[in-house]
């Protein structure tokens, strides 16, 4: 074993990963594009409170899944464990909302948690995030959930999109009473990690894998039950247009989120295969203001770039790769017909080993060539090339004047 690895949780990827991880991040790029997203490049660093502050004290990645660090002068920063944090501070920071009468933004990039590493949970791992800034009206929940439906159907993954409200300040709190009596009732059944949770945050005990838990929860009270009027109204708005979009959603009522800040609508795409979650988000209604800008509604998701590749069966076939072999004293006139394939758009590898045209050829195969492009003295002289496909071996000869 070479004396280096990488950090565990802290990968490579190489060959047909990065491939696959670029094709997917392409793929939501086009599609954020086509909904009028606009790019925001953020750090990847910010100050700890930054996330404290809008992910919530009481959640496991503020709790136990932080890197933190000290900079020099001692003030505590962290690694970014997701970017609506960075987002909504750069909202803010930068007044876009004097700027904008509302604001499409996306992110793409690594987030850092400190969990423990297995197949789709790493330490470093990269989403794509789009954030709406500015409406409370519920046609942009369904947009964006409509978003990541296209985003799943054109992966070809499937997955179901789970949704629910979890209300506002004037519903939930009298829903987080009731659900706590609930759990005071089911106390025995609760984990450790539960039964801490069960005055603090008691919704996230919803969100809980212990099967005790899940069991000790089936009968809880609703969210759903509990709404305000606005909430009530808002939810139903929104079935209403995925039904029309033709968005096919299924009501989980126990569906909550392991970040403190979401308001009315949360939502994840689970996949169908693995059961696990690819994409989530949710509104955030009053994350602008907790983080000092004026009160601005808001929704947004991340899409999980590894758990989306890691499920993409294929990818579209590259362009055909040509590899121009120079064989003999005519490397000059090579390198013009490689500058004139690739000016024609051509997916072109100049041939980097000085070897007999055999040899090249076979590197041409291994390289997984489709056309070879032949260059010797008397293709020099006579101002053309040999384009030999490696399918069929079929050899033409095609005219080649060098651009002036
Ligand atoms: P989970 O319940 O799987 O821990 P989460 O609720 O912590 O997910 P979010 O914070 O909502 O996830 O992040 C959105 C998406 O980012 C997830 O659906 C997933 O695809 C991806 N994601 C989150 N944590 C990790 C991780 N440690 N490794 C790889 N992907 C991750
Ligand atoms: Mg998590």
Not at 123 to 145: L, T, Y
Not at 253 to 271: C, I, M, N, Q
Request: aromatic share 10%; proline share 5%; net charge neutral.
């Amino acid at each position: 074993m070479p004396e280096f690895q990488s950090v565990r949780g802290f990968h490579d990827l190489i060959g047909e990963e990065a491939k696959k991880f670029r094709a997917v991040c392409d793929l939501i790029k086009r599609k954020l594009a086509l909904y009028n997203f606009e790019e925001i490049v953020l750090p990847v660093v910010e100050f700890l409170e930054v996330f404290q502050r809008s992910i919530g004290e009481a959640t496991d990645i503020v709790q136990k899944e932080m890197f933190a660090f000290q900079d020099k002068k001692g003030r505590w920063l962290a690694l970014r464990p997701e970017g609506t944090a960075g987002a909504v501070r750069a909202y803010v920071q930068n007044r876009l909302y004097a700027i904008k009468p509302y604001a499409k933004l996306f992110y793409e990039g690594p987030m850092f948690r400190h969990e423990r590493p297995q197949a789709g949970r790493y330490r470093q791992f990269h989403q794509i995030g789009a954030e709406v800034f500015g409406s409370i009206e519920p046609v942009v929940d369904a947009e964006v959930i409509h978003l990541v439906h296209e985003i799943l159907s054109e992966l070809n993954l499937k997955a179901v999109i789970e949704i629910n409200s979890i209300g506002c300040k004037v519903c939930r709190p009298d829903y987080r009473e009731a659900l706590k009596q609930h759990l005071n009732k089911v106390e025995g059944q609760l984990c450790e990690v539960c039964l801490d949770r069960k005055d603090r945050n008691p919704l996230r005990v919803l969100d809980c894998k212990v099967p005790t838990c899940k069991e000790a929860v089936r009968d809880a009270p609703k969210m759903v039950d509990f709404l305000c009027n606005e909430c009530r109204e808002h939810y139903s708005k929104l079935k209403e247009y995925l039904t029309a979009l033709s968005v096919p959603f299924q009501e989980n009522p126990h569906l909550v989120r392991g970040l403190d800040y979401y308001t009315k609508t949360v939502f994840e795409a689970v996949s169908t295969e693995l059961g696990i979650t690819l994409i989530a988000g949710g509104r955030y209604d009053y994350l602008v203001e907790e983080l000092g800008g004026p009160p601005t509604p808001a929704i947004g998701f991340a899409a999980g770039v590894e758990r989306l590749y890691m499920l993409l069966k294929e990818i579209q076939p590259e362009e055909p790769l040509y590899m121009v072999i120079p064989f003999g004293d005519v490397v000059d006139y090579a390198l013009l017909v490689v500058k004139a394939l690739r000016s024609e758009g051509k997916r072109v590898e100049l041939s980097y080993k000085r070897a007999g045209l055999k040899k090249q050829l076979e590197l041409a195969n291994k390289l997984g060539c489709r056309y070879a492009v032949l260059i010797g003295e008397e293709e020099k002289e006579g101002g053309f090339y040999t384009l030999k496909d490696m399918e069929t071996g079929q050899q033409v000869r095609v005219e080649f004047t060098p651009a002036l």
